[in-house]
């Protein structure tokens, strides 16, 4: 039996929130799944046969410019106590609320449909989201350089690099 007897998913606008709800089942049977959605999303007849209880939000995007309507939800978060929550997609704002959700096993699934844990704490989270972004900053001053710094052969010295190597036949 497993030792998870509430589990929480945080439905951002998408697909597979089914197959999505059948693995949650699969890894924990016993489990109170809630599923927490936007008051414009039903659920189709398969998700809702998959989810015990539906908590409906009344926005569906939580801006970092507006915090008062994401202080809300993350305590309507918190009241649920969640031993696992699962957010559909790995965004940054989405490893946030979960970091933020008290739930002892925040999670998330990958693009490739792997469930991934994250960090359970607010510093946590925001260095991993930190460590993220500039991984990716990175990526993009490298190419950039590779770009930018790439000798490329005048035409003069093409005709030099051509005689070197393997000729085509010219029309």
Not at 47 to 62: I, K, M, R, T
Request: proline content about 8%.
């Amino acid at each position: 039996m497993s030792e998870v007897k509430k589990a929480g998913v945080f439905y951002s606008d998408g697909s597979g929130l089914a197959a999505r709800l059948q693995e949650l089942r699969r890894r924990h049977p016993e489990a109170h799944v809630t599923v927490i959605t936007p008051q414009h999303h039903s659920l189709n007849e398969l998700e809702a046969s998959l989810a015990d209880a539906v908590l409906e939000q009344p926005h569906a995007h939580y801006p970092i410019r507006e915090p008062g309507r994401l202080r809300d939800l993350v305590r309507q978060i918190r009241a649920e106590r969640f031993d696992v929550f699962v957010t559909m997609y790995p965004s940054p704002r989405l490893r946030l609320i979960a970091s933020m959700s008290g739930a002892r096993r925040p999670q998330c699934w990958t693009y490739e449909s792997r469930i991934i844990p994250l960090a359970r704490t607010l510093p946590g989270a925001v260095l991993a989201i930190a460590g993220r972004a500039l991984k990716g900053r990175l990526s993009y001053l490298y190419w950039w350089c590779r770009v930018r710094f790439h000798r490329v052969p005048m035409p003069g010295e093409v005709d030099k690099l051509d005689r070197t190597g393997p000729r085509l036949p010219r029309r």
